[in-house]
């Protein structure tokens, strides 16, 4: 359920699934390494929505320029998460 409901509440928000999936987790179910991956999926799928946004409002430069920026976010918070899955 979480990797079908995540890119889908990605594309318009992503605090709502992440809030949810970080109680789920909390109460014990799923495990942290899927909570992790839901909330990597949502943030893809908001980035991806942000960036056709930018491109569309401000060009292919701006939007070059915000999709570069989120990827590079994006990948810094999955290193974070593979760090600590590894200790």
Same mark, same amino acid.
């Given at each position: 359920?979480?990797?079908?409901?995540?890119?889908?509440?990605?594309?318009?928000d992503?605090?709502?699934?992440?809030?949810?999936?970080?109680?789920?987790?909390?109460?014990?179910?799923?495990?942290?390494s899927?909570?992790?991956?839901?909330?990597?999926?949502?943030?893809? %799928?908001?980035?991806?929505?942000? %960036?056709?946004?930018?491109?569309y409002?401000?060009?292919?430069?701006?939007?070059?320029?915000?999709?570069?920026?989120?990827?590079?976010?994006?990948?810094?918070?999955?290193?974070?998460?593979?760090?600590?899955?590894? %200790?």
């Open positions: 359920g979480i990797y079908a409901a995540a890119p889908v509440s990605g594309l318009a992503v605090d709502p699934i992440t809030l949810t999936i970080a109680e789920q987790t909390q109460a014990g179910e799923p495990d942290r899927v909570g992790a991956a839901g909330v990597i999926i949502a943030v893809v %799928s908001n980035s991806v929505v942000k %960036s056709c946004i930018a491109i409002q401000g060009g292919w430069r701006f939007g070059r320029t915000v999709g570069v920026s989120l990827g590079l976010a994006t990948l810094a918070g999955l290193a974070v998460v593979l760090y600590q899955a590894a %200790s």
